[in-house]
């Protein structure tokens, strides 16, 4: 069938909405029409990275819309189904048979765009293939070809322009808090950058009860709205000494930590401040190698590790995220920002400079 896609044919020109020919789902997969899609920063970093050579590209990895139809194999999903995208995973890997499919061992080949997993494009633009099934999706689209793997069905009254995020970013951020720091009611939380991933930390953070949350982010309007999310603080890191405040306001250090930015220069203080036996928790793309105080890590007995897409099962996390915002302890209109789909360059541009948390493409 034809769509409308956005195309990035380079990573210095503006997207471009082209039309494209779409497969028919195959086996096991999932036709959705799209209704909403959220620029991740990981869109971005994919786009600034990809070789214009082997492209063009169909980015867009937070949709979510209505099923249209359903490949042969498929159960559980139907036409007319809302639904929630998020990423692939293969289900059979040790990894995903242990309950963590953010750790698939064919996560890379089955994310990054390109062809199926098979080899054949999902996607076609005058018998030329374009490199499409990005997460398993290519959401900067009017359609996407999903696989039933990471398709969640949600419920019919479901806010699919609030919801699309969750695939991506907010699930990686809250995540991170409820799957992995597990923080106990009165925790001391600290989290670095106050995007999306961020608020969606804290909005995690204030629903587990934590008793002090610290956020930390150089722009102001980010900051004001952390303090909104439930933040009990906020700190202008080029106007203190990190550390110091941090340690100040949580008595002694953090117990738990979330650095969303991957900035060496953020992660190595994160450390620092953390209380003894404290655990920060790595989400952002970034610089590849840092330097950290080994005898802190020591003495201090603290933990560093990394953590994709929350440690999240999608078909389980989602409908719990959903819960936490119908009982108004998630409030994602506090983040998002919609925007046509024709003005992808501006939502694109607006994520890169902070103008807006989460903006979220509308179809």
Known sequence: MEITAALSRHPEQPFSLETVTLDAPREG????????????????????????????????????????????????????????????????????????????????????????????????????????????????????????????????????????????????????????????????????????????????????????????????GRRALALRLGATAALDPAGCDVVAAVRDLTGGGATHALDTTGSPDVIAPAVRALARTGTLVLVGLGEPRLTLDAEDLLWGGKTVRGCVEGDARPQEFIPRLLALRAAGRLPLEEIVTPYPFADIDRAAADSRSGAAVKPVLVF
């Open 29 to 220: 997969e999932v036709l959705v029409r799209m209704a909403a899609s959220g620029i991740c920063r990981t869109d971005l970093h994919y786009r600034a990275l990809l070789p214009p050579a082997k492209g063009p590209y169909v980015l867009g990895h937070e949709g979510a819309g209505v099923v249209e139809e359903t490949g042969a194999g498929v159960t559980g999903i139907h036409p007319g189904d809302r639904v929630v995208l998020s990423y692939r995973h293969c289900g059979a890997c040790g990894t995903c048979r242990a309950g963590h499919p953010a750790y698939c061992a064919r996560l890379g080949r089955l994310n990054a765009p390109g062809p199926r997993p098979d080899g054949t494009p999902t996607l076609h633009q005058d018998g030329t293939p374009v490199a499409g099934a990005f997460f398993g999706q290519s959401s900067f689209a009017t359609h996407a070809l999903a696989s039933a793997g990471n398709t969640v069905v949600v419920a019919p009254g479901t806010d699919l322009v609030t919801a699309a995020p969750l695939g991506c970013g907010v699930q990686t951020g809250a995540g991170a808090v409820l799957n992995v720091l597990r923080p106990a009611p009165g925790a001391r939380l600290a989290v670095y950058g106050a995007g999306a991933v961020g608020c969606a930390a804290l909005m995690a953070a204030r629903a587990a009860d934590a008793g002090t949350i610290v956020a930390v982010d150089p722009v102001p």
